[in-house]
């Protein structure tokens, strides 16, 4: 790895396979970390159903999804969020796995359910519906 010019540049070790896995690897981690930094990564989740609601208060953000409990969800450092109008949650940061694992942990509290729809999902998700039950004849 090469540092020039404001440009870095990455090179495999030797031609064996390994070495070019690792060589992509590498260039995307790095990849990933300058564009973090100059632009940031966003992810949007979205909470369908009857009830559902989320509120941030400081950095640590409240979700009533249903059960006997409110679900306080501590969000990593470095990850800030933002809710609109209750039921969409906009996570920003700059580490882009970071990110991506607070996203899945807050999804994880109530995954979409395929009949009705209700629970939280990534709002470019597509959620397949099943049909229910059919009548009796």
Do not use: W
Not at 119 to 125: K, L, N, Q, S, V
Request: proline content about 3%; charged content about 30%.
């Amino acid at each position: 790895m090469e540092v020039t010019d404001g440009n870095i540049t990455v090179s495999p070790a030797d031609s064996s396979r390994e070495a070019r896995a690792l060589h992509g690897l590498t260039r995307t981690l790095i990849n990933n970390m300058v564009v973090g930094v100059t632009n940031g990564y966003t992810k949007v989740l979205e909470i369908s159903g009857v009830g559902y609601r989320a509120d941030v208060k400081g950095d640590t953000l409240h979700l009533s999804l249903g059960y006997s409990h409110p679900i306080e969800f501590k969000l990593p450092k470095g990850i800030q969020a933002s809710v609109d109008k209750q039921n969409r949650i906009t996570l920003t940061g700059i580490d882009k796995e970071q990110l991506g694992m607070a996203a899945a942990k807050i999804r994880d509290f109530r995954r979409c359910e395929p009949y009705k729809g209700k629970g939280i999902r990534y709002a470019d998700e597509v959620v397949r519906r099943k049909v229910g039950k059919a009548g009796v004849k």
